[in-house]
C-alpha cells in the first residue's frame, strides 16, 4: 500500500489511462466476437469458426485489420473538419466516462465525489458528436439518422437519470466508491434489492427493482441496441455513419461497444454489488492483500458486467425494432411517469426511515 502511494500520481494516471485504453480495445474486440457467437446461437447456426482455431476467435482482429487497411473516402461536399472530429469525440466522450467506473476498492481512475454526475454529463457528450457526423457528412440520410439518434438519446437521459437517483437517495453520495461500498455483505444487501443502507428492505425492495428494469432498457436506447436501434435501422433510414469508412467508422463501432459496458459497469456499481462477491466468504480484504483484493474485486465487477452486455446481446437477436412512434411512446408515457414516481416514493421512505 506505501510504495503503491510513493509512486507519483502522473504516473499513476498514465499507467492507468493506458490500462483502460488497452482494456477497453480488448473488450470491443471480445465483444464483437461474442455478438457473432450470440447470433449464431440465437439462430442455431456456427458463427465465425475458421480464423485463429478454436471457433474464429482471431475473425474480429483480422477484420480490424481490414478496416485499417481500406481507403479512408472522405465526400467532397462534407465538412472535412467536422467530418474527421465525430469519431475522435465519440469515442473520447466514452472513454472519458471510464475514469470514475471502480472497478474494484483500490482501482479507480479519480474517485470523483460527483462521480456518477460526471458519467451523466460526459456521456451526453455522444450525442453532439453524432449529429456533427450526420451534418458534416452533406447527406440527408445521415442528417436525418443523426437527428433520430440525438432525439432518442436526449429523451432517454431523463428515465436514466431519474433511475439513477434512487441509490444516490439511499446512499447520500454522488461517489461511485461510496455506493459500492455500502453495498458489502452479499448479495441481499446490494441496492437493487432494497437493502443498501441494511434497513427498510422490505419497503425499498419494488422501488429498487423498478429502477433497476427502468435504467436497464433506457440505457439501451442510450446505446442505441434493439429494440431501439432506430439510429442504425438499415430497412428503413440509413444511419448517421452512412459516409464513414476504414478506422473512421470502426471507432464509432468500437465506441458502441465500449458504451454498452459503460452502461452495464453503471447498473454494477449503483444496482448490483459492484467489486463485492454474491457472498461475504469470496471476499478478501484490503487490510490482507491490497492486490489479491482489486484482481478478485476486478474479477466480480468484470464478470457481472459481461452478464449484461451478454444480456443485451441476446435481446438484439430476440426481439423486433420499434417504430419511431413507440420509441417516444414508451420513453415520454412509460418510463418517465413510472420513474418521477419512484423517485417521489423512495424520497418519502428515505425521509420517514
Known sequence: ?????????????????????????????????????????????????????????????????????????????????????????????????????????????????IGIYYIVAVSSLVVISIIMAGWASNNKWSLYGGMRAASQMISYEIPVALSLLVPILLVGSLSMQDLVKVQAGGFWNWTIFGNALGRGSILQLPFTIVAFIIYFWASLAEVNRVPFDLPEGESEIIGFHVEYSAMRFG???????????????????????????????????????????????????????????????????????????QLMHVCWKVFLPFSFANVLIVSLLVVIS
Open 1 to 113: 500500500m506505501n510504495l503503491f502511494h510513493q509512486i507519483p500520481l502522473e504516473i499513476r494516471w498514465v499507467v492507468y489511462v493506458v490500462a483502460m485504453i488497452v482494456f477497453v480495445s480488448l473488450f470491443a474486440l471480445f465483444a464483437i466476437w461474442l455478438e457473432r457467437k450470440v447470433a449464431a446461437w440465437a439462430q442455431d447456426r456456427m458463427g465465425p469458426m475458421e480464423t485463429g482455431g478454436f471457433h474464429g476467435w482471431s475473425q474480429t482482429i483480422a477484420d480490424m485489420i481490414k478496416l485499417l487497411l481500406k481507403e479512408d473516402i472522405i465526400p467532397d461536399a462534407a465538412d472535412r473538419g467536422l467530418f474527421k472530429l465525430a469519431p475522435y469525440i465519440v469515442f473520447t466522450s466514452s472513454f472519458a466516462a471510464f475514469a470514475v467506473l471502480p472497478f474494484a476498492a483500490n482501482l479507480i481512475g479519480s474517485d470523483l465525489n
Open 251 to 325: 471507432m464509432f463501432f468500437f465506441a458502441e461497444f465500449a458504451n454498452m459496458f459503460l452502461v452495464s459497469g453503471v447498473a454494477v456499481a449503483l444496482f448490483l454489488g459492484g467489486w463485492h462477491a454474491p457472498f461475504p466468504f469470496l471476499e478478501v480484504s484490503a487490510e490482507t492483500s491490497l492486490i489479491w483484493c482489486n484482481v478478485i474485486g476486478t474479477f466480480w465487477f468484470i464478470g457481472k458486467a459481461l452478464i449484461l452486455v451478454f444480456i443485451q446481446m441476446w435481446l438484439r437477436w430476440t426481439l423486433p425494432r420499434l417504430r419511431v412512434d
